[in-house]
């Protein structure tokens, strides 16, 4: 096994790969990243059947935690793999802190967190406010502290999708783009290493300030969000609501009676990051 | 990295062995531990040790997990109760949510999946409808498998539950029909006993993980409208049936420590020779002397002189058992090959087999 360790925040993953290419790649994007002793998870890149080593190499995703049908991937997206196989490891393992499918990031100590389905645009939007002076603290993953309830950045690569591969690389051209990966289950896809300032600073939190559920492709409009609304969203946008029982519920009722929400419709990205601005402005 | 799942045995069997782990053995430990489903176990049994505050904290998690499985599989059962009130028979929980319901050491920090119950061959539709009536559904719909199960299982085919999305395996037997040992399912319902708790309306979802286990005074000496557990022989009898008599050893480790945890809690002068016994009255001597002794062999149970031994077939069951590498792969391709195929040998005879996998194999 060809293997990479990396640190994203609080997790510390082992990957394991049967070939050399995928763990290239991720040490080239990982770089900055620390590379940790102990991890908390592994996961393996390995061939569907030992004849899909070298014949029309096939990667099976693999680790501590599976999912009895995920399909396999080209070894062109191995890279892919390897991501899936982490958020995999996040979302079925991981109990320290509540997990939301969200994006985030941090000024002035205090976090702005973006959720909704996929398509929505969080992630765009968290990696472009990254450059905006914003910190950027996760595009997939927003982790809240049961004890504290503050935000704990897991800043792992972004992947960008489809049309907002151009968007950021006009953006941000200095940034690192991984391998255009064409053609996945999900589109295109491209990886871009979050800002240096990002992962310097990854063990650094925030107290929430105001969520948002972003909507990609609409007239521009804001909405108000019910407490109630928003708590039920919040649970599905959790993957591990259920399990942590009691903590759960108490960090997420936390989280919805302290921090307000808004539903925001938006059709390019300067108009959302000019309405994030002014609704941060007036409720954060 | 040439290093076996000997290193989860060991630390399962003796915390200490554990203290000489670097950043990398630890690693391998719980990988291993998390392949086998033992993650939980090993969280429960290292809580005695002062482990580094990295592997603490991933300690820590697998119970948060091990507390969440077993309040959902009580849950599960409490459904499973209600569901079946209405049935007069008597309801056998049976594995892990028999072991956590029973306040039972194998049940700490165990993984638990499906809710497995027992009851008599004579009342299968009974009960089918009953839990078709409460939601649950058929998740193979294909004929030729229901029929299958049907004819010659020891259980119905899976049912899952619609809105909860959790499977219940519906037990009249302990080994399929068409398996050579042929255990009493009958004398196993008949000695099984009452949980003490009765539940009902009110009861609310709280109680359920109290009330199953907690000594509250009987309101129905005969037990009825509650769920049973197997008694403490028959219980070992089927850990090892389930090991030894059936399948490839999949997930074996965590079986053993089941019958290493039960035969440890249940030791008295009487119930070895009883054991011995019901094992031979369910024709499942082979399997559970066989269990007793790789129990004593890899976990260190505390068995008496006439049980221990060695059988020259045993070393074969340990190197399969322990077929796991520091990433958490399988290994022994070939053994583990042999395993499997000995499982079909053993569930069915030959010409039934080579019917079986042709109809299978046409099907795709």
């Known amino acids: 096994m060809h293997e990479f360790r990396v640190q994203v925040g609080p997790a510390a993953f082992r990957i394991g790969s049967a070939w050399r290419a995928p763990i290239d790649q991720l040490a080239h994007l990982y770089r900055d990243y620390p590379q940790p002793d102990f991890t908390d998870f592994t996961v393996r890149l390995e061939p569907t059947t030992w004849l899909r080593r070298w014949l029309r190499p096939s990667v099976a995703i693999g680790g501590d935690y599976m999912l009895p049908d995920a399909a396999p991937l080209p070894l062109a997206q191995g890279l892919l793999a390897a991501e899936m196989a982490m958020n995999l490891q996040m979302a079925l393992g991981w109990r320290r802190h509540l997990l939301l499918h969200a994006s985030a990031v941090e000024r002035d100590g205090r976090v702005l967190v973006m959720t909704g389905q996929s398509g929505s645009g969080k992630s765009t939007l968290s990696a472009l406010l990254g450059s905006e002076g914003w910190r950027f603290l996760g595009d997939e993953f927003v982790l809240l502290d049961p004890v504290t309830g503050n935000v704990v950045p897991f800043p792992r690569l972004i992947s960008l999708k489809n049309e907002a591969i151009a968007a950021m690389q006009s953006a941000q051209p200095d940034a690192r783009f991984g391998p255009l990966l064409a053609g996945t289950p999900k589109g295109d896809i491209r990886h871009v290493v979050p800002p240096a300032d990002a992962i310097a600073q990854m063990g650094q939190g925030g107290a929430p300030a105001l969520l948002l559920f972003p909507r990609y492709g609409y007239p521009g409009a804001v909405r108000e969000v019910a407490p109630g609304e928003t708590f039920m969203r919040l649970t599905q946008a959790s993957t591990n609501y259920v399990a942590l029982g009691e903590a759960g519920f108490i960090t997420l009722t936390r989280f919805v009676k302290s921090v307000p929400s808004r539903a925001i419709d938006y059709q390019s990205g300067d108009e959302a990051i000019a309405l994030v601005e002014k609704l941060w402005e007036r409720l954060a | ?364």
């Not at chain 2, 033992?38 to 997990?65: D, F, H, M």
């Not at chain 2, 999949?250 to 440890?264: E, P, T």
């Not at chain 2, 269990?291 to 020259?312: C, K, M, N, S």
């Open chain 2, 1 to 364: 990295m040439s290093r076996d799942a000997m290193l989860l045995v060991d630390a399962l069997r003796d915390p200490a062995t554990t203290r000489g782990l670097d950043a990398q053995g630890w690693t391998e430990l719980l990988s291993m531990a998390r392949a086998e489903q033992l993650v939980g176990t090993l969280a429960e049994r290292l809580k005695i040790e002062s482990v580094p505050p990295k592997v603490a904290e991933i300690l820590a998690e697998a119970r948060i997990n091990a507390d969440y499985q077993h309040r959902s599989a009580l849950w599960e059962a409490d459904c499973a109760r209600r569901a079946l009130a209405g049935y007069g028979g008597k309801v056998v929980l049976l594995k892990g949510t028999a072991y956590v319901a029973s306040g039972l050491k194998a049940g700490e920090g165990r993984s638990i999946g499906d809710l497995d119950i027992l009851v008599a061959r004579d009342d299968l539709s009974q009960v089918e409808e009953a839990l078709l009536d409460s939601g649950w559904e058929w998740v193979k719909p294909d004929p030729y498998d229901d029929a299958y199960y049907r004819d010659h299982m020891h259980e119905l085919p899976p049912l899952i539950h619609k809105e909860r999305d959790r499977m219940i395996d519906v037990h009249h037997t302990i080994l399929p029909l068409t398996a050579r040992r042929r255990p009493d399912a009958v004398a196993m319902l008949g000695r099984s006993k009452p949980l003490p708790f009765r539940g009902g309306v009110g009861a609310g979802p709280v109680s359920v993980a109290q009330g199953l286990t907690s000594p509250t005074p009987d309101p129905s000496p005969e037990g009825e409208g509650r769920l049973h557990t197997l008694a403490p022989t028959d219980m070992v009898c089927h850990s090892a049936a389930h090991l030894f008599a059936d399948g490839d050893l999949a997930g074996g480790l965590r079986n053993l420590w089941d019958i290493h945890c039960l035969l440890s809690e249940f030791s008295t002068p009487d119930f070895w020779p009883s054991l011995g016994e019901r094992a031979n009255l369910h024709q499942l001597s082979e399997p559970v002397e066989r269990a007793v002794r790789l129990a004593h062999q890899l976990y260190g149970t505390q068995i008496p002189q006439e049980w221990a031994g060695w059988d020259r077939q045993d070393k074969w069951y340990v190197a399969r058992l322990t077929a796991r590498d520091g990433w958490g792969r399988p290994t022994r391709q070939f053994i583990r090959l042999i395993f499997y195929i000995r499982s079909h040998w053993l569930r069915m005879p030959l010409l039934m087999l080579a019917r079986h996998l042709w109809v299978k194999w046409r099907k795709g």
